[in-house]
């Protein structure tokens, strides 16, 4: 009975929520999403996530992309090591902002913290690239940085802005 609420919950999240397409700037960007994201929790732009009050940014790629840089304040959950454990402290309605790359990542992550409990998840549409290609800064341990590790040169065409790391 409890899985079937949290199913439903998931469903009401995602019908309740506006959908972020199209809030990608590069429309080969905004087409790749299309087709990669299930779209199965609700999503949220750049521009709005930057303006949620009190959210927790949660970083759902490897610890070697994270060293290069992150959303200011964004703890590391990973994403082949993720553990749901290491987030019990938060209150389930804290409003949670999960990224990665581009958003394949995060959306599973977030997947997840939706089927266990939590009611205020979202997806950041295009994730850390399109932070940046947006303009928003990121940082690493000294502060202020360009660089972004762009997974891989195959992934790395859809970050327009900054220094690519592989």
């Avoid at 960007?29 to 996530?49: C, R």
């Avoid at 993720?82 to 999960?98: K, M």
């Avoid at 790359?101 to 089927?115: C, D, F, H, Q, T």
Wanted: net charge positive; charged share 20%; proline share 2%.
């Amino acid at each position: 009975m409890f899985r079937v609420l949290q199913i439903l919950l998931a469903v009401f999240l995602l019908a309740s929520s506006p959908c972020c397409f199209g809030q990608v700037r590069n429309k080969a960007f905004k087409t790749m999403l299309g087709g990669l994201l299930s779209h199965s929790v609700p999503e949220i732009d750049v521009q709005a996530a930057a303006e949620i009050r009190n959210a927790i940014f949660l970083d759902a790629r490897e610890r070697v992309e994270y060293n290069v840089s992150r959303i200011d304040g964004a703890l590391h959950i990973g994403y082949n090591h993720f553990d749901l454990n290491a987030l019990e402290h938060l209150p389930r309605n804290t409003p949670v902002v999960v990224y990665c790359s581009v958003g394949y990542r995060s959306e599973k992550i977030a997947e997840k913290l939706v089927l266990n409990g939590f009611s205020s998840v979202y997806n950041l549409y295009g994730g850390i690239f399109e932070w940046v290609n947006q303009g928003r800064t990121v940082v690493c341990e000294s502060g202020v940085t360009d660089r972004v590790h762009a997974f891989d040169k195959t992934w790395g065409v859809w970050l327009s802005k900054g220094t690519r790391v592989y």
